[in-house]
């Protein structure tokens, strides 16, 4: 992508106390890409977000977010930015279009011009039949969506996202992915932390993979998953703790990758199929076999040694 990176980091620290919850990283975010920090909780995710979004100044290294200093120029650049936080932080008195309203004068706009906004905004977000509507009987989903809106009333050049879809149904989480994907259509530039691999493979152009505040590997999903893991996992259940133990030997003789979880072992063959049958063949008899197409999240455990819900 051409031009100068929106958000520049150059080995970028944060630290509470003793303890460093980012550990110098680098990141560089283009105009228009979905750009996703994807790791477990305690990661440093939000600790970079906050960073980014100029409510947290940065312990260490190097920062420009929109080309400027938030240490200089944090005033300036959250007047350019949309974010939406992890945790709802709506008016609940309101209703649902004068949050976009009074939130939009906050940037000076306007009445006629934030009216207009919050009209096109409340219809993009599918929340128009419930403009005169009360914040707090609304779903989760609607409130998720409606801060969405409220992040874009002042039609800034960078939106950042901190776990948009945590704690929403499947059904809710789909709908903010396709918002989210139509303002990725427009391009607008977005930021988002996620530990749903589903959302980062979804939804971000690129990525980096964060664990214990450092960045372990960057790419595109379809890149990481090709660099990291085979085409297929196959999971293998047995039936109790001794099953589950008496399969380690006879699966390491098949000569192909295997992770042993707590629950289940994960074997990562190009064709699965090919590996059940020579699973059956000597001699083993899972409980329940799964072949699946591999994961960011088999990524993640072959990066870090762990999975993301740790």
């Not at 994960?266 to 799964?290: F, I, K, N, S, W």
Request: with cysteine; aromatic share 4%; proline share 5%.
């Amino acid at each position: 992508m051409a031009g100068d990176p929106l958000v520049e980091a150059r080995a970028l620290t944060k630290r509470f106390g003793d303890f460093e919850a980012v550990r110098g990283i680098d990141v560089e975010v283009q105009a228009g890409e979905v750009f996703g920090f994807l790791g477990p909780n305690g990661a440093g995710k939000s600790s970079t977000m906050r960073m980014i979004g100029c409510v947290s100044p940065r312990s260490g290294g190097t920062l420009r977010v929109l080309g400027l200093d938030p240490d200089r120029d944090g005033h300036k650049i959250r007047g350019r930015l949309g974010v939406v936080p992890q945790e709802d932080n709506l008016d609940q008195e309101l209703t649902v279009a004068d949050n976009l309203l009074i939130y939009g004068r906050y940037f000076g706009l306007p009445r006629a011009v934030v009216r207009e906004r919050a009209a096109e905004l409340l219809d993009f977000v599918q929340l128009t039949d419930r403009a005169d509507s009360k914040v707090d009987p609304l779903s989760g989903g609607m409130k998720r969506r409606l801060t969405i809106a409220r992040a874009l009333v002042n039609e800034p050049e960078l939106v950042l996202l901190d776990e948009p879809t945590t704690g929403l149904d499947p059904q809710a989480r789909h709908l903010v992915w396709e918002r989210l994907y139509r303002l990725k259509q427009q391009g607008v530039t977005q930021v988002l932390t996620t530990h749903y691999m589903d959302e980062a493979e979804q939804l971000c152009d690129r990525l980096v993979i964060m664990d214990g505040g450092l960045i372990v590997d960057e790419g595109s999903p379809a890149d990481l998953i090709g660099r990291h893991v085979t085409k297929e996992v196959v999971e293998l259940r047995f039936p109790d703790h001794e099953a589950h133990a008496a399969a380690r030997d006879p699966l390491a003789r098949l000569g192909l990758r295997v992770e042993e979880l707590a629950d289940r072992h994960l074997l990562y063959a190009d064709d699965g199929d090919d590996a059940v049958a020579a699973v059956h063949g000597d001699g083993m008899r899972p409980e329940t076999v799964l072949v699946r197409r591999s994961s960011l999240e088999d990524v993640f455990l072959r990066l870090t040694g762990r999975t993301l819900v740790d």
